[in-house]
């Protein structure tokens, strides 16, 4: 057993996730790899966001084809024990499996961190084929591997973690990229001893790479590819199954099967097929809350810099997203893998490949509540965005107003906004009008569950905001009209009966108490003028 040839860290990695609470067998997918390994020289990159499940894949992959320990106590009873070919398979395979994230806390060079790999992986493999003749000074991985094939036939499956962590490096430089990308070359295209690679990373390998050098992969990534998609990310039935041990696990529960769909939904694969953040899934469930468990500082932070930089094509289509809109975007894997973001639909592609976004039918939207609060975060600090900085940092007078019953205060803020940096629309359509007031409400999201185009009543209402924390703070109600007066959104709130949801039955179960306040707002099109009329409900 070595550092990483045929290492029982895999074994140990995943049996500790299968003894988890909230383990969702994704085993189906070994099936999938099965003729791939017996083919030969097969290559698969996986790209995902963080925290998507790739290093759970990686660890289960190597778990079940390494020969250094027996997996049968794990994977008997998961799915892939039903498989016709599941006993041929397990454990028959060498697996060199290496995390490239992982580096030893001394390390300040590239030199350090590639030559200490390097060298692991020769005293592996010298110490596993006593009998091969290696050569001591100059050998290298690349080398000792054919020399093994050679003499003895062995092929190897490579399980390569985190491949382009290295390029998150501090220390790391462009010259070093690209011994990197030679060096992954060198050890594995166009060689006899692989059997199959699978590895995985962030961002496509053309991000880095100009192609050339590991155009052997065949890439899967979530905007790209439908297979494997259902391996990476919980679906629907996944997180019912869930819920329902959390349901039976927990006495005093804190969690609504609703509330995993409004925080955590929202991703599609390829073919379109919801899926949920699996990561963000298991930690509400095992710290009984609804919370923003989502943790990608470096990504976050890159994304925003070209959204810092390129305001005239993405500041509007901002606004509609985080007023709950689609937008139109052409995402494509190419646009994403540039090393400069120029256009709108790089920027929004690469916000794909990240997370922060998610595309279907060839429309982008932010995909929950869970990343709606970044977008929140990023909102009220960066000036450059214009009218949409100004609504975000209004929003806490608007919800203030709103509560006085102050009209004119909600007026003002609406056409100041729009007078003095009218957008690139003029409220052609009502949706329009819908990612003004919603931005104007931003800071209500932190004590309100504010739901678009919800079911009350008779028919749909445009705005209503459900009290989160306090039952007794206010319920509103927010209609909106284009040519047509504040007066005709309130007379329909109240026709149509928009205030049963917090009246009745529903009102004794939630134990909503506070005002009801209908809020009418209007933007006359010829008159370039805002108004509101707000009423309290009996």
Request: aromatic fraction near 12%; charge should be negative; hydrophobic fraction near 35%.
């Amino acid at each position: 057993m070595g550092m990483y040839l045929d290492s029982q860290i895999a074994y140990s990695l995943y049996k500790s996730e299968v003894q988890k609470p909230y383990f969702i067998d994704k085993t189906k997918m070994l099936e999938e790899l099965l003729p791939l390994v017996s083919g030969g020289n097969n290559f698969i990159c996986i790209t995902r966001p963080r925290r998507f499940g790739k290093t759970t894949a990686a660890s289960m992959i190597g778990a079940f084809f390494s020969d250094a320990k027996d997996s049968a106590d794990i994977f008997d009873s998961l799915a892939i024990a039903k498989a016709a070919e599941y006993q041929k398979y397990r454990n028959q395979s060498h697996v060199i499996y290496i995390d490239f994230s992982e580096m030893d806390d001394a390390c300040d060079s590239y030199e350090d961190y590639i030559s200490n790999i390097k060298e692991l992986l020769c005293e592996d493999l010298q110490r596993a084929y006593p009998r091969v003749e290696f050569r001591k000074e100059k050998g290298s991985p690349a080398e000792d591997l054919k020399r093994i094939n050679l003499e003895t036939g062995d092929r190897f499956v490579f399980v390569l973690d985190e491949w382009d962590a290295v390029f998150h490096m501090s220390f790391v430089t462009e010259v070093d990229r690209r011994k990197y990308l030679t060096f992954l070359k060198t050890l594995l295209k166009g060689k006899a001893y692989v059997s199959l690679v699978y590895m995985t990373g962030i961002l496509p390998i053309a991000k880095y790479s100009s192609g050339s050098e590991l155009n052997m992969f065949l890439e899967y990534s979530m905007a790209s590819q439908a297979r494997f998609s259902e391996y990476f990310g919980f679906t629907e039935e996944e997180v019912d199954e869930l819920y329902a041990r959390y349901c039976r696990k927990v006495m005093e529960r804190r969690v609504t099967r609703e509330g995993l769909r409004i925080w955590y939904d929202g991703y599609y694969t390829k073919t379109g097929k919801r899926l949920y953040n699996p990561r963000s899934i298991v930690v509400a469930l095992e710290n009984n809350q609804l919370g923003s468990y989502w943790t990608s500082a470096g990504p976050y932070d890159e994304i925003f810099y070209y959204i810092e930089h390129n305001i005239a094509d993405i500041r509007d289509a901002l606004a509609l997203l985080i007023s709950g809109e689609t937008v139109k975007a052409d995402v494509q894997e190419y646009a994403a893998t540039a090393m400069k973001l120029t256009t709108r639909d790089e920027i929004f592609s690469a916000m794909v490949v990240y997370g922060f976004l998610s595309c279907n039918q060839g429309r982008v939207s932010i995909p929950n509540r869970e990343l709606m609060l970044r977008f929140s975060e990023m909102l009220k600090r960066e000036p450059k965005l214009g009218y949409v900085y100004c609504l975000a940092k209004e929003s806490e007078r608007m919800l203030q107003a709103t509560r006085a019953l102050d009209t004119k205060t909600i007026a003002e803020i609406l056409s100041h906004v729009h007078d003095s940096e009218v957008p690139l629309w003029d409220y052609n359509r009502e949706s329009e009008l819908t990612a003004i007031v919603n931005l104007a409400y931003l800071s209500a999201r932190d004590e309100y569950d504010i739901q678009r185009e919800d079911r009350s009543g008779k028919g749909y209402v445009d705005f209503i905001f459900y009290p989160r924390y306090d039952r007794h703070a206010d319920c509103i109600i927010v209609e909106l009209k284009v040519d047509h007066s504040a007066g005709e959104a309130v007379e329909q709130i109240k026709q149509k009966n928009y205030a049963a949801r917090f009246r009745g039955k529903l009102a004794e179960e939630t134990g909503y108490t506070g005002r009801i306040l209908a809020v009418g707002i209007a933007y006359d099109r010829k008159t370039k003028e805002h108004t509101c009329e707000i009423e309290v409900l009996e």
